[in-house]
C-alpha cells in the first residue's frame, strides 16, 4: 500500500475549503480536499450572495469568469418594531469598486466552478 504525505487536509469543499486548498496549493502545498458530496458545494448552507471583498483579493476580477447570476445594486432594509417600521434603500450602481460588490450566485454552480 502506498502512502501519500499532504500538507493540509481540506474537509469540505464549500467555499472556506475550497478557498483555503487554493491559497495553499499556490504556496507549493501538497493539498488534499475531502467532500462528503458528489461534488464541491453540494451540501451547501448558505445562500445564495456573495460579497466579493475578500475574494477579489484571492483571484482578481474573479466576476468576469465565475458563474455569477447578476450584480446587486438595489437593496432595501427595514427596521421594525411591533407598532412600527422604517425601510431604506441603497443603490450602489455599476460604479463601485469590484471587491464592494455583491453578486447572487447559484451555489452549485459556483462552487463547481
Known amino acids: 500500500m502506498s502512502e501519500d504525505i499532504f500538507d493540509a487536509i481540506i474537509v469540505g469543499a464549500g467555499l472556506a ?4 486548498a487554493l491559497v495553499l496549493a499556490r504556496e507549493g ?8 458530496g458528489n461534488s464541491a458545494g ?3 448552507v448558505t445562500g445564495g ?13 474573479f466576476a468576469e469568469s ?22 431604506m434603500d441603497y443603490c450602489n450602481g455599476d460604479e463601485t469598486s469590484p471587491s464592494q460588490r455583491s453578486y447572487s450566485v447559484l451555489r ?3 462552487d463547481a466552478w
Open 42 to 44: 453540494a451540501k451547501n
Open 66 to 87: 465565475a458563474p455569477v447570476e447578476r450584480l446587486i445594486t438595489h437593496e432595501k432594509l427595514a427596521f421594525m418594531t411591533e407598532k412600527s417600521a422604517m425601510t
Open 49 to 61: 450572495r456573495l460579497y466579493a471583498h475578500s475574494l477579489e483579493h484571492i483571484i482578481p476580477g
Open 17 to 20: 475549503g475550497s478557498v483555503a
Open 29 to 36: 502545498a501538497q493539498v488534499l480536499v475531502i467532500e462528503r
Open 108 to 110: 452549485s454552480k459556483f
